[in-house]
């Protein structure tokens, strides 16, 4: 099982980045898969999730209206869109596949916004 992320970079603030999230191994229409990030020194955090069919979503506050997380089944890949970037967001992000005790991430991609 291999989650590969890609899109990650340096963004100035108030501009927009996408992250894509590869799998290869899963049988990727079966697990729900999230995002999260962590911030230097601080624990990895929630950032959205979207179920298996992609129908429903949920997003922690910090990023709501501002992130939007899809998937494209066929193409075995979930999406983060990432708009009006903040300093704040600068983090390592991770992809996340799971499905009841299994569990699998990916390496991580990191996002800077700075100016």
């Known amino acids: 099982v291999q989650l590969v992320e890609s899109g990650g970079g340096l963004v100035q603030p108030g501009g927009s980045l996408r992250l894509s999230c590869e799998d290869s191994g899963l049988t990727f229409s079966a697990y729900d898969m999230s995002w999260y990030r962590q911030h230097p020194g601080k624990e990895r955090e929630l950032v959205a999730t979207?179920?298996?069919?992609?129908?429903?979503?949920n997003y922690d506050d910090s990023v709501k209206g501002r992130f939007t997380i899809s998937r494209d089944n066929r193409k075995n890949t979930v999406y983060l869109q990432m708009n009006s970037l903040e300093p704040e967001d600068t983090a390592v992000y991770y992809c996340?596949?799971?499905?009841?005790?299994?569990?699998?991430w990916g390496q991580g991609t990191q996002v800077t916004v700075s100016s």
């Open positions: 979207i179920n298996m069919a992609g129908g429903s979503t």
């Open positions: 996340n596949a799971r499905r009841g005790s299994r569990n699998f």
